[in-house]
Nanobody, 113 residues
Framework: QVQLVESGGGLVQPGGSLRLSCAAS????????MYWVRQAPGKGLEWVSS???????YYEDSVKGRFTIDCDNARNTLYLQMNSLKSEDTAVYYC???????WGQGTQVTVSS
C-alpha cells in the first residue's frame, strides 16, 4: 500500500534552516507529481511547492527563493530544503502524492526565538 512518511521537522530560530524528507513506498515514485502542503495553526491548507515527473519545480510566492523542492528517485524520497525561515512558516508540513490521493502524517515545523 502507498505510504508517505515525513521527517525532519522541529524547532528553529528565525533565519534558520531545516530539510524535510518524505520517504515514499507502494507506488512508482518517479511517475507522479509530488507536493508539499502546509497548515499553519488555525488556518487552512496551503500549497507550498510541487515537482513534476520531469523535475520541474513550482513554488508558492512567499517561499520562492527560500525553499527548494527536490527528489531522489533512486531512494523514493522527496525533500524540501527550507532556508531563511520566518515565523509565518510555522506549520505542519505534509508530503502529498498526485492527485492528492495520499498524504503523509505531517511533520511540525516551528520557527520561533
Amino acid at each position: 500500500q502507498v505510504q508517505l512518511v515525513e521527517s525532519g521537522g522541529g524547532l528553529v530560530q528565525p533565519g534558520g534552516s531545516l530539510r524535510l524528507s518524505c520517504a515514499a513506498s507502494g507506488f512508482t515514485f518517479s511517475s507522479y507529481w509530488m507536493y508539499w502542503v502546509r497548515q499553519a495553526p488555525g488556518k487552512g491548507l496551503e500549497w507550498v511547492s510541487s515537482i513534476n515527473t520531469g523535475g520541474m519545480t513550482y513554488y508558492e510566492d512567499s517561499v520562492k527563493g527560500r525553499f527548494t523542492i527536490d527528489c531522489d528517485n533512486a531512494r523514493n524520497t522527496l525533500y524540501l530544503q527550507m532556508n531563511s525561515l520566518k515565523s509565518e512558516d510555522t506549520a505542519v508540513y505534509y508530503c502529498v502524492k498526485d492527485p492528492l490521493d495520499y498524504w503523509g502524517q505531517g511533520t511540525q515545523v516551528t520557527v520561533s526565538s
